[in-house]
């Protein structure tokens, strides 16, 4: 069985950046997509970005332009690199990754972002 560990998550200052990577335990799987999702305390857990093994790209419209999705297949490790961090993007982000019908979940890592 595979798992996702998550890394990267931090406290940073409104307008700075971030980079969180995501790693399957094991390798060798194909998977069909990976993606981040974030909650916030009390809100609903939404959609940030996925990235198909072939790169296709995918944003919410709430951070086009200021996050960026990428994967490394061969290592079955996807980042998100966030520039222009907002307060209101304050949440535990989890990684998720397609392995046939099946969604793969990773833990979660904190980013928090202070005004």
């Known amino acids: 069985q595979v798992t996702l560990v998550e890394s990267g998550g931090d406290l940073v200052q409104a307008g700075g950046s971030l980079r969180l990577s995501c790693a399957a335990s094991r390798k060798g799987y194909a998977f069909k997509s990976m993606g981040w999702y974030r909650q916030a305390p009390e809100n609903q857990r939404e959609f940030v970005a996925r990235i198909s093994g072939g790169g296709t790209t995918d944003y919410a419209d709430s951070v086009k332009g200021r996050f960026s999705i990428s994967r490394d297949n061969a290592q079955n490790t996807v980042y998100l690199q966030m520039n222009n961090l907002k307060p209101n993007d304050t949440a535990v982000y989890y990684c998720?990754?397609?392995?046939?019908?099946?969604?793969?979940w990773g833990q979660g890592t904190q980013v928090t972002v202070s005004s």
């Open positions: 998720v990754a397609v392995l046939g019908a099946t969604e793969v």
